[in-house]
């Protein structure tokens, strides 16, 4: 599975963005898809993930609320909708796909290319 994630930015504290994650090569809704950050000196952390239905949700404390994952078999593709950023969202995100359902990254097959994200105070 090939994994080419876009949308990042810089955006103002409080305002939005959205993710996209696009996925080619194999039957996309087979796998779990999860959405990973990492800022300078920080380990890689799972923000949310979605089973392949779509109907499974799963996100880190700090972004609940506020983030939300979603899918569309149909284009093949993830996305993570950010809402009321703050500044300690700022970092690069990446898009993953495992077999699975897993918070862990080491469960993860394949990984985007990171896509910056940085919240201004």
């Known amino acids: 599975v090939q994994l080419q994630a876009s949308g990042g930015g810089l955006v103002q504290a409080g305002g939005s963005l959205r993710l996209s994650c696009a996925a080619s090569g194999r039957t996309f809704s087979n796998y779990f898809m999860g959405w990973f950050r990492q800022a300078p000196g920080q380990e890689r952390d799972f923000v949310a993930g979605?089973?392949?239905?779509?109907?499974?949700?799963f996100y880190a404390e700090s972004v609940k609320g506020r983030f939300t994952i979603s899918r569309d078999n149909a284009k093949n593709t993830v996305y993570l909708q950010m809402n009321s950023l703050k500044p300690e969202d700022t970092a690069a995100y990446y898009c993953?796909?495992?077999?699975?359902?897993?918070?862990?990254?080491?469960?993860?097959?394949?990984w985007g290319q990171g896509t910056q994200v940085t919240v201004s105070s």
């Open positions: 979605i089973t392949g239905t779509g109907r499974g949700t």
């Open positions: 993953a796909a495992a077999s699975s359902h897993s918070r862990y990254r080491g469960a993860y097959d394949y």
